[in-house]
């Protein structure tokens, strides 16, 4: 954990204890230096040498004599010139300025000394590492930088020279380093009433309820809330990403919940995918974007030149298509020579615009205006891992806008964006490939949304952090933690949801503030186009046991404190059918399934009471009661044969049968601590059962209309068979109710 370093450290950043701790006060005399500092345990001290990435270190162990130290901050010089830096340090060191090694001393044995040239007055970065270990020869812990400035003599660097900077971005809280990635939510808790809402979902075998094409890639979405409605565009091809043939495509919603069929935002001839969709003007016009076509078939982000826009008028139509950015020949003309006074202006902000151009990878839109960092070598390593791929910004509390790319990169602004600082990793916030977004939400506090997968690869579960400066984030919390199968081949196709974004500043109109929600949009398995709608404020844990009375909710509604994933043919809404109304599971899916979850205080006593009822007697419906950690202790299945079953340690036992269209009350009481509950249906005999695994509390009722399907991916299907269930299963829920007894 990084904190800040006041009264710890002497002027000459003095370290030293001879049982492996620190002084608890500077020397006397000795000034305090401010300098952030992190502690790291023995375990993982290895790794610490290798890597250097703080967030992979635990906590210091200070019973240990092994352990390390990481120092970050400014350090100021006050003259020009070359300097010689001198650290005495037992067992390693390293100092690094503006993320360039000037000493290397890791070994016992290792460099203690390094030249450096510095200029007067300007700040640079510095790191110093530092571990002790007697197992490595070590003897006293102690550690001092000196420095000799040109033509002078050497001194401990001073107080003055360091400026305790705090990190552009912090993860707070041990989340990440708990994550298992062998659980699609990685074994976190959800966000509190998370709706996650399936857009476009990709058919070959019903191209008709689809995109009417079949195609089954879809990616590089965008969203954007105008006049009323949230509009989704994405990009689409036949099966692989960047080859041809290609769309840009999208739909519209004025809830979130319903959307219409996505339909071409540019014509197929011209359009080609962009990292951005949207623009609304301060003249009050909305503008939207695609990447010109190029001549040549297969692309990547960083050849496109050419940005078309058109006009999204106020009565929701598409305007005449002009290029944006670098007209050429061949494609449409100038939006200098559109006949629309209101319009042009607004193309003119949208062109002087560098954040919004600076979102296409490597500022290809910019060319001379973009960052100079996308040409800077330290941040252009081989491969994917390179500064400046799908970046996002947002202003933090202070005024200060922050810029965050692909590869977990971070940069700041402190003056409109004119002049950006080195792209920074911070060490907490572990994001890989995936995209990061991070956007100020209507309620004025901030969120990220990221992929944080500790090894930097896995493109799963979606999770969200929030604050209230911009600058540090907490109670990480999954939006989506599902994983259906990725149902079809093709070129770049990551399992998980992905490429999120929000609504960006300028992408926004206001008209959809009142529902107090942030809105995400990304892709699943890049097959699929979901939304999800987080209600604000943000809420990590649930404070209250829930009494749910779904007959007395409207029709449509949205489902307060639910967690919802619902598929477009499996839904999860509230719904009145002959009469009766209910929270409805209807799965119609045959690659997914329908589920909704309730949190709850986490408790070691559980009683959950829930009123059902199946429209058939040969579908399956899973009811579960997890723990935080998203093990499944308590289980209870109606199943396609009629049977109601449950699990019985690691055996499953018959409880009796279901019928269509009666009523089910099922009472679930549950003991962690004796490791048992008991189960009563409709009054009946009350059956006690031994859990299915053990936990020690429990914090959420899980209804789902499938089996855990865990990280299993299917894999392919058979087009013809990837249509709509000829019938589907039908489970509606009446009531549910939860308490501590």
Known sequence: MERALSTTLGAALCLAGATGGWAAQPPMGMPAVGLAYELFGDANLQRLGESGNAAEIGPMDKGSSDWGLRFTGMLTPPADGEYLLRAEADTGVRVKLDGKPVIDGWALDGARTGKVALAKAR???????????????????????????????????????????????????????????????????????VQNLQVFRASRGKPELADGDGWTYAHHQDLAVWKGRLYAAWAMSPKDEDVPPNKVVYATSTNGLDWSAPTDLFPRELAW?????????????????????????????AIKKVLLVREITADHHLGKVFTLVCPVPGQPPSFETATDAGFVAACREAAGSNLLLEQQDYGVFLGARRMPWHDNPDLNKVGFWKFGKALCFYHRQDGTLVGLSKMGYATRSDDAGKNWSKPVQPSTLLAGSGKIWGQKTSDGRFALVYNPDPARSKRYPLAIVHGDDGCAFHDMRVVQGELPRLRYTGKYKDLGAQYMRGLAEWADDGTLADQQAMWLVYSMNKEDIWVARIPLPIKADETAFPADDFTKMAPGAVVTGWNLYSPKW?????????????????????????????????????????????????????????????????????????????????????????????????????????????????????????VAEAAATLQRLSLRTGVWRGLGDGGVVDAAADVPLATASVFQVQGVKIDAR
């Open 570 to 690: 499996a839904p999860v809404s509230l719904v009145e059918r002959a009469g009766k109304r209910g929270l409805e599971l209807r799965d119609g899916d045959p690659c997914d399934y329908a589920r909704a979850v309730r949190t709850f205080p986490e408790s070691a006593k559980v009683r959950a009471e829930l009123e059902l009822t199946p429209a058939q007697a040969n579908a399956r419906l899973e009811v579960e009661l997890c723990d935080a950690a998203s093990r499944r202790p308590i289980r209870v299945m109606l199943t396609e044969t009629g049977l109601l079953q449950a699990a019985d340690g690691k055996v499953v036992t018959d409880l009796g049968t279901y019928a269509a269209g009666e009523k089910l009350a099922v009472v679930i009481a549950a003991d962690m601590a004796a490791g048992s509950y008991t189960v009563q249906v409709n009054g009946g005999e009350v059956r006690k059962l031994s």
């Open 273 to 301: 995918a962009t990292r951005f969709y949207f623009y609304r003007a301060s003249n009050g016009r909305m503008l939207a974007f695609s990447a010109a076509k190029p001549e040549s078939g297969e692309v990547t982000e």
């Open 123 to 193: 700040p640079m970065a510095i790191v110093i590492e530092y571990f002790f270990a007697r197992g490595k020869g070590g003897k006293q812990a102690v550690l001092r930088l000196f420095w000799t400035p040109p033509g002078g003599q050497e001194a401990p660097v001073p107080a003055g020279a360091y400026t305790y900077l705090p990190p552009l971005i912090e993860v707070r809280g041990d989340e990440q380093r708990r994550i298992n990635m062998q659980l699609p939510d990685g074994g976190l808790k959800p966000v509190v009433g």
